[in-house]
């Protein structure tokens, strides 16, 4: 609370003062970093290089923990009347981020160079495209993106009578292989075929991933008062998920944190997981045998989720500082700089000339696992995102992790979560939609 | 005679004189006194009073959609007793205090008892058994996800010899709190062991060797004499123990984030969700408004009920 807030403005404050007594334009950046210091240490590269090409600006670059940190922290700046120029946010929080009329929409600067946004927006990658416009403004700048993708065990998928080259394609190649691949000793079980990351954020990132692979939309992509969480593509795929556990028993019950499912997929109990492409390096690190990466299997059509992180620059800043930030994002989103901070944390870069690159045509050529992240990317589909999104999120998580434990059938996890979805919602659904001329 | 002397020496100066001379003097001494604390009192007003002023201003302050401020009321403190994850979270939080408080002064009155001689091998013991007090809660959490990993876990590995594996601790809503309050047993015995530890060097061994002498045995000696003598030192640790209840919560965003199933969401990280994940800041300040009121109360009640029937050795 304020406590908190109070804490958080200290320490801008603190940053914001940092920096040298000079001419240029001065602005801050906010930014996390999910994994590791490296990234960091990179990040303030970045800035560096990007100040020395632009002595008219003088960046100080702020990391400012996690997502959800960066997200507090920004807030807490923007109500203490000394915003960030720019931060880099959880792509799917900037709908409440200009729900709550905190961001400045890019279109006017965009216009100023006399382009078109639609034209600006062409840049990227079609499936960003969601998460950058908000009620049809451009509110956010995709930098580092990331999709779900299939991690297995090749040596298991050889040892079971797997054709390692032939990753499951369908729910039921999925179902099948798994059943082969689980491996019992009396009643104890000592590989499993699949495991399922079951820790808040990353779970309803999951299923949302086989919610549209089963052909369903999870949520109004137009607008944020509406989440689809007892449509029948979303109970499909919660029953596959609870009939992989209680019916076929070859995913363990109960939720899996991540950390365990990572060590289980490290020490050979399970032979497939889901996890981003953002943990690929992560995996390649850790990992003994030898893995492979495959699209999530499809139901109905492939299609996952996006995710990863967008900049933003939050209102309450001056013009002049308006533009020095533009120009900051401009140069974070250019091609060379986007496929280098790709090549280096793992992340798929959001603009496509990335990809036109010789030096990144050649990584793509030598890591066949980035290429099938890039494959997926055509099959990408927006970051759900409504009002009050991590709450609305956490509603389906708890029905999901009571299922996953037995407590619940898939269509009682299913009800119980859209009704605490739509009490959720409800302020924002009253007073949009359900606002009516009296 | 003797009498007389003795009022004299008892009556001394005049007694008007005397009243003033205090009066100047506890005048003098309170100017110095206060001069002497008003830099920590202002930093206490700033930094602890306001907040908590803001904190029962914003509890009681009520936002329409969009955050915009709407007048007084006490709005906030219903919608929080309609939220049906409030009550659970307050009920973790007893069952969570409960399972953790009593269990960890218990093992640390029972350790520090058995390791109070000052041999080598006590002093060594002692070492190991505070050193979880001097590791970060955080980076006990991080080890305990290790720890409590079905199937690969040191818990796991050791269970499966007894034939128990496979319980997946932390994922089980039936069994996540319980292994958060084994983490916090664990973590806060050794730390309470050492209070307990000074309580015990306090109490005069004469004591106990005139109960030797009287025939009473170690197991009488320690009901009658020791824990009686402990009393103001079980009390102190008592709201220490209390107060970790309410404000330690490392362990359980490291570990579970609250889940599965709200089933470790105590009631720090209720307000963490409510202010931060939710921007429901007049929720989250009516729920902090709540749950310090109820620490105080209980911290006042613990520490009157032990200080009745409490001996204080000269």
Redesign the interface.
């Known amino acids: 609370?304020?406590?908190?807030r109070?804490i958080a403005l200290a320490a801008a404050l603190t940053a914001m003062t940092a920096g040298a007594a000079t001419a240029a334009t001065r602005i801050d950046f906010f930014f996390p970093v999910p994994v590791d210091g490296a990234l960091a240490k990179e990040m303030q590269n970045l800035v560096a290089r990007f100040n020395q090409e632009n002595p008219d600006i003088e960046v100080t670059a702020a990391y400012t923990g996690t997502y959800?940190e960066t997200?507090?922290k920004t807030?807490a700046a923007i109500k203490a009347g000394k915003p960030p120029a720019v931060a880099l946010m959880s792509a799917n929080f900037i709908t409440?981020y200009h729900?709550?009329?905190l961001v400045e929409a890019f279109d006017p600067l965009v216009r100023a160079e006399g382009k078109a946004p639609e034209e600006f927006m062409d840049g990227f990658w079609p499936a960003l495209v969601g998460n950058a416009r908000v009620d049809g403004g451009i509110y956010g700048v995709p930098f580092q993106n990331s999709t779900p993708l299939l991690y297995y065990n090749v040596d298991a998928f050889k040892e079971a009578g797997l054709d390692p080259d032939r990753p499951p394609v369908t729910w039921a190649d999925w179902l099948e292989d798994a059943r082969k691949l689980t491996r019992r000793e009396g009643d104890?079980?000592t590989r499993y075929g699949i495991m399922l990351p079951?820790?808040?954020d990353i779970l309803g990132w999951t299923m949302s991933a086989l919610t549209l692979s089963n052909g369903g939309q999870y949520y109004n992509p137009d607008w944020g008062g509406e989440i689809y969480y007892d449509k029948p593509s979303t109970v499909g795929a919660l029953t596959f998920v609870d009939d992989l556990v209680h019916k076929f028993k070859v995913m363990?019950?109960?939720?899996?944190?991540t950390?365990?499912m990572n060590?289980?997929f490290f020490?050979g109990?399970v032979a497939m997981i889901v996890s981003s492409t953002g943990s690929l390096s992560f995996i390649r690190q850790n990992m003994k045998v030898p893995f492979k990466v495959a699209f999530i299997p499809r139901n109905v059509r492939n299609a996952v989720p996006i995710g990863g992180a967008s900049l933003i620059i939050p209102k309450g800043n001056s013009k002049e500082r308006q533009e020095a930030a533009w120009k900051l994002v401009k140069w974070l989103t250019s091609p060379t700089v986007s496929g280098g901070w790709s090549r280096f944390t793992g992340y798929f870069a959001p603009v496509k000339a990335a990809y036109e690159l010789p030096e990144m045509k050649d990584f793509i050529d030598k890591n066949p696992d980035a290429k099938v992240a890039l494959e997926q990317l055509a099959f990408a589909k927006p970051w759900f995102a409504t009002y009050?999104t991590?709450?609305v999120r956490?509603a389906l998580?708890?029905?999901v992790?009571?299922m996953?434990?037995g407590?619940k059938t898939p269509a009682e996890a299913a009800k119980a979560a859209q009704a605490n979805a739509d009490a959720?919602l409800k302020?924002?659904v009253?007073?949009t939609a359900l606002n009516l001329p009296k | 005679m003797a009498q007389a002397l003795a009022d004299a020496a008892i009556v001394g100066p005049r007694p008007e004189r005397l009243i003033e001379a205090r009066r100047t003097r506890g005048f003098v001494s309170a100017h110095a006194a206060f001069w002497l604390l008003a830099p920590s009192l202002f930093l206490l007003f700033l930094f602890t009073y306001v907040p908590i002023l803001e904190a029962l201003m914003q509890a009681v302050s009520l936002e329409g959609f969009g955050g915009k401020f709407s007048g007084y009321g006490f709005g906030n403190f219903q919608r929080l007793f309609a939220d049906a994850s409030f009550w659970k979270a307050l009920s973790n939080n007893l069952v969570y205090g409960l399972g953790t408080v009593a269990p960890s002064i218990a093992l640390a009155v029972l350790i520090a008892v058995a390791l109070q001689d000052a041999t080598r091998l006590n002093a060594f013991l002692r070492t190991v058994i505070v050193f979880p007090v001097v590791l970060p809660l955080v980076a006990v959490a991080t080890l305990f996800a290790f720890v409590l990993m079905p199937g690969v876990g040191l818990l796991d590995y050791h269970l499966a010899k007894l034939g128990i594996s496979g319980t997946n601790w932390l994922g089980n809503p039936d069994t996540a709190l319980y292994a958060i309050i084994g983490l916090s047993i664990w973590k806060n015995a050794g730390y309470y062991m050492l209070f307990v530890l000074a309580g015990l060097q306090g109490i005069a061994p004469e004591l106990h060797e005139a109960a030797k002498l009287d025939g009473a045995g170690a197991f009488t000696r320690f009901l009658r004499i020791t824990l009686p003598l402990l009393k103001p030192t079980l009390a102190f640790i008592l709201v220490i123990a209390m107060i970790n209840v309410v404000t330690q919560i490392d362990h359980v965003i490291v570990l579970t984030g609250g889940g599965p199933s709200d089933s470790t969401n105590i009631l720090l990280n209720y307000i963490f969700q409510a202010a931060h994940q939710q921007g429901d800041s007049g929720r989250a300040a009516a729920a902090t408004v709540i749950s310090v009121a109820a620490l105080l109360s209980l911290s006042v009640a613990s520490l009157k009920t032990l200080e009745r029937g409490m001996h204080y050795e000269s």
């Open positions: 609370m304020r406590v908190m109070r959800d997200d507090i807030r409440q729900i709550d009329d104890k079980t079951g820790t808040y363990p019950e109960g939720t899996i944190q950390p365990a060590n289980a020490g109990q009050n991590v709450a956490k998580e708890d029905e992790q009571a996953l434990s407590k959720l302020p924002y009253d007073a």
